[in-house]
């Protein structure tokens, strides 16, 4: 008779993710997991796989939270910059708090230390910055079609930058306690969307 799991498993996803999120992965041992996570080895493993499952398993979790305040502003009737400006001054914000800067953002620290060599992570950081993007393209295009930006701007490149910047300010947040840093360069990049 098969025994019943003395844990939750979606409370113990949640709890990987977060440790994943803060140490990164490879900094993350199995001991790190079994002992942050309350369960033994052998139910880590027969519940979520390995190490390398269980990170995207925990990143799929992640990305499956897609910030629901982004999809809000970015989607929002009625003007679309904005909405557009918010985010990226959120972002900015975000990078430049003490609370927050440290941890970034999980797609991002993913992206940096696994996708140059890890094709199933790298799959996931690409389809979350997809989102991303399509999200920011379909605000600009709006933004066009109500008269708020110009019609020769390319809103697909414009969002691509933006998309670009805003991971890099997440990069460089983490890294850099000054907060002028990443502030200035949301609002150079905002300058380019009058």
Same mark, same amino acid.
């Given at each position: 008779?098969? =025994?019943?799991? +003395?844990?939750?498993?979606?409370?113990?996803?949640?709890?990987?993710?977060?440790?994943?999120? =803060?140490?990164? #992965?490879?900094?993350?041992?199995?001991?790190?997991?079994?002992?942050?996570?309350?369960?033994?080895?052998?139910?880590? #493993?027969?519940?979520?796989? &390995?190490?390398?499952?269980? #990170?995207?398993? /925990?990143?799929?979790?992640?990305?499956?939270?897609?910030?629901?305040?982004?999809?809000?502003?970015?989607?929002?009737?009625?003007?679309? !910059?904005?909405?557009?400006?918010?985010?990226?001054? %959120?972002? @900015?914000?975000?990078?430049?708090?003490? @609370?927050? %800067?440290? &941890?970034?953002?999980?797609?991002?620290?993913?992206?940096? +230390?696994?996708?140059?060599?890890?094709?199933? /992570?790298? *799959?996931?950081?690409?389809? &979350?910055?997809? *989102?991303?993007?399509?999200?920011?393209?379909?605000?600009?295009? =709006? @933004?066009?079609?109500?008269? +708020?930006?110009?019609?020769? %701007?390319?809103? %697909?490149?414009?969002? =691509?930058? !933006?998309?670009?910047?805003?991971?890099?300010?997440?990069?460089?947040?983490?890294? &850099?306690?000054?907060?002028?840093?990443?502030?200035?360069?949301?609002?150079?990049?905002?300058?380019?969307?009058?």
């Amino acid at each position: 008779m098969a =025994r019943t799991k +003395e844990f939750d498993p979606d409370t113990v996803l949640q709890s990987a993710l977060e440790l994943f999120w =803060r140490r990164g #992965y490879e900094a993350t041992s199995v001991a790190d997991l079994v002992e942050h996570l309350g369960i033994g080895r052998a139910s880590i #493993y027969a519940t979520f796989g &390995s190490k390398h499952e269980l #990170y995207l398993k /925990a990143l799929d979790r992640y990305a499956e939270t897609f910030d629901p305040l982004l999809l809000e502003q970015l989607s929002a009737p009625g003007p679309a !910059l904005p909405g557009v400006r918010a985010v990226v001054r %959120r972002f @900015a914000a975000e990078a430049a708090s003490p @609370a927050d %800067r440290l &941890s970034g953002c999980f797609i991002t620290n993913t992206a940096a +230390e696994l996708a140059s060599h890890d094709a199933a /992570a790298a *799959r996931r950081v690409g389809v &979350s910055w997809d *989102r991303f993007e399509t999200l920011l393209h379909s605000a600009l295009v =709006r @933004a066009q079609g109500q008269g +708020e930006l110009g019609g020769e %701007r390319d809103p %697909r490149a414009l969002a =691509r930058m !933006l998309l670009v910047l805003l991971q890099g300010v997440r990069v460089v947040g983490k890294a &850099s306690d000054d907060p002028a840093r990443v502030r200035d360069a949301a609002e150079q990049a905002l300058a380019l969307l009058d």
